[in-house]
C-alpha cells in the first residue's frame, strides 16, 4: 500500500500475556520509528531504527518492551507480561533520511487494551 | 535532552475565531520545526514544517506557523478556524542532523459550531 501499515488495528489481551504489533513502513523508508500515545498525554517516542539496526531504543519503558526489523521492511515491537498501564495507541512511523528533515509519515496504530 | 512545550492542552473555540496555539522547545542549535494534526478517528498528518528560508511557513487547510528563533518558539495560527477544524495538534521538533522527532504533549482544540 501507498501508507504505513500496521496490524492488528485493536487488540484486547489479559493482563501478563504477551503481545506483538507489527509495522510494515512505506517502501523504501529507511527510518522507522515506534511511538506511544496513551489517553490525555502526547506522543511518547519508543525506539528508532535506521535500516535494521536501533541506534535510539532509549524510549522504551521496560525490559518487557523489545523491537526488531528485518530486511529493513517491516518491524516487530513485542510487549512480554503485559500490564494494564501498557494500554496505549501505538504507532509506527517511516521517513527517508531524517537528519535532513524528511517528513515522518505515521500508520494508524494499534490500540491495544490490557484488561 | 531537548523538549517541546505546548501550554494550551485544551482549547474551545467558536467558529470563525482566531486561532493561536503555541509551541516551544528547549533546544539551543539549528532545528526543524513541524505541526502534526490528528483529526478524530484518523491517524497523525502533517500540517506544516519549517526547514529553512522564510520563518513564517503556510500549511494546508488555512494553517500558518511562525518561527521566531530568538523566543525557541513555532505557534500555529488560522485567522479564521471551522468545524472541521476539530482535532488533536502535536508540535514536533527534530534537531538538525540527528534523528527522529520529539513531540509536545498536543492541543486538544474543539471549535463548537
Known amino acids: 500500500g501507498a501508507g504505513v501499515s500496521q496490524s492488528p488495528s485493536n487488540k484486547v489481551t489479559e493482563k501478563g500475556k504477551d503481545v506483538e504489533l507489527r509495522c510494515d513502513p512505506i517502501?523504501?523508508?529507511?527510518?522507522l520509528y515506534w511511538y506511544r500515545q496513551s489517553l490525555g498525554q502526547g506522543l511518547e517516542f519508543l525506539i528508532y531504527f535506521q535500516g535494521n539496526s536501533a541506534p535510539d531504543k532509549s524510549g522504551l519503558p521496560s525490559d518487557r518492551f523489545s523491537a526488531e526489523r528485518t530486511g529493513g521492511s517491516v518491524s516487530t515491537l513485542t510487549i512480554q507480561r503485559t500490564q494494564q498501564e501498557d494500554s496505549a495507541v501505538y504507532l509506527c512511523?517511516?521517513?527517508?533520511?531524517?537528519?535532513?528533515?524528511?517528513?515522518?509519515?505515521f500508520g494508524e496504530g494499534s490500540w491495544l487494551t490490557v484488561v | 535532552a531537548q523538549s517541546v512545550s505546548q501550554h494550551n492542552h485544551h482549547v474551545i473555540l467558536s467558529e470563525a475565531a482566531s486561532l493561536e496555539l503555541g509551541c516551544n522547545y528547549s533546544?539551543?542549535?539549528?532545528?526543524?520545526l513541524f505541526w502534526y494534526v490528528q483529526y478524530p478517528g484518523q491517524h497523525l498528518q502533517l500540517l506544516l514544517k519549517?526547514?529553512?528560508?522564510?520563518?513564517l511557513v503556510k500549511g494546508i487547510k488555512g494553517f500558518e506557523a511562525e518561527f521566531i528563533k530568538s523566543k525557541f518558539s513555532f505557534n500555529l495560527r488560522k485567522p479564521s478556524v471551522q468545524w472541521s477544524d476539530t482535532a488533536e495538534y502535536f508540535c514536533?521538533?527534530?534537531?538538525?542532523?540527528?534523528?527522529?522527532?520529539?513531540f509536545g504533549k498536543g492541543t486538544h482544540l474543539i471549535i463548537q459550531p
Open positions: 533546544y539551543g542549535g539549528t532545528v526543524n
Open positions: 517502501s523504501g523508508h529507511t527510518a
Open positions: 512511523a517511516s521517513s527517508f533520511d531524517p537528519s535532513s528533515g524528511n517528513t515522518i509519515y
Open positions: 514536533a521538533v527534530n534537531e538538525r542532523g540527528a534523528d527522529g522527532l520529539t
Open positions: 519549517y526547514f529553512s528560508g522564510d520563518p
